[in-house]
């Protein structure tokens, strides 16, 4: 059973048709909104959105084990993580779709584990993302004729602010493609989990001291709007 986990500009999945819309009790509290269960393209999928129907909830502050938790008790084994994202790398422009390979976590303070007293988990994360459901994220891509690049490292950071300049050459210097605030700790709790897990990131923006200009809202809500469509497209095609 495949879920998607929508981030920023992607609060509702187009297409499904609403079989459920799911109230979900954890161990860990409550997932960042109701899961909604249906069909996109005759497939059934679940879907979640990540800061809340609402967008209301900041990257920091999302139950990451909560949502986790409760997909897997829903019996989803895959994951499709959507994220937006800032351009480190000079070929990683606004509008431009990632499939990353590898991630830095630069997080703090996040409940990262489903590890307790007298249960420690010691997950292999030498690869933190899926190959298998990364190419089947390519093979949907090449199906939809929606170009995407196949790897890059991203960089995962506190937020909600936006980093500095001096930050970004940090990032860069480690290896760093793209930067963003909400792939960690999602990934290693579906490590933990056994769930297969690969990420689809759009880039809104080039990063701090990378643009021309300020950082604004404006900009990166009309390259949302212009490039979401494409992430749409892909999501479909791989549950089809």
């Known amino acids: 059973m495949l879920a998607i986990i ?53 990257p920091h502050s999302v139950n990451y084990r909560a949502n986790i938790w409760a997909l897997q008790s829903l019996g989803v ?15 990683m422009g606004p509008e431009v779709i990632v499939i990353p390979d590898q991630i830095i976590d630069y997080t703090w303070g996040r409940q990262s584990s489903f590890s307790e007293e007298g249960r420690v988990i010691h997950a292999d994360f030498t690869y933190p993302y899926t190959e298998e459901l990364r190419r089947q994220l ?11 690049c196949d790897s890059g490292v991203y960089g995962a950071t506190q937020g909600p602010r936006l980093e500095t300049a001096a930050e970004i050459n940090r990032l860069e210097k480690d290896g760093c493609d ?57 999501l479909s095609a791989v549950v089809a």
């Open 6 to 58: 929508g981030g920023t500009g992607l609060t509702a999945l187009e297409g499904l048709t609403l079989q459920d819309s799911i109230v979900m009790e954890t161990p860990y509290g409550v997932p960042s909104a109701n899961i909604e269960k249906g069909e996109l393209n005759g497939s059934p999928v679940f879907f979640l959105a990540r800061h809340g129907k609402a967008h209301s909830l900041t």
């Open 77 to 91: 084994t895959r994951i499709i993580g959507v994220n937006a994202v800032g351009g480190i790398n000079a070929s």
């Open 138 to 148: 390519f093979a949907a891509a090449n199906k939809v004729s929606v170009s995407v």
């Open 178 to 234: 793209i930067v963003g605030m909400t792939a960690m700790p999602e990934a290693i709790l579906a490590r933990e989990l056994d769930m297969q897990y690969a990420n689809v990131s759009l880039v809104v923006n080039m990063a701090a001291g990378r643009s021309e200009g300020l950082i604004t809202m404006d900009d990166i809500q009309r390259v949302l709007d212009a490039g979401m469509g494409r992430v749409r497209a892909l």
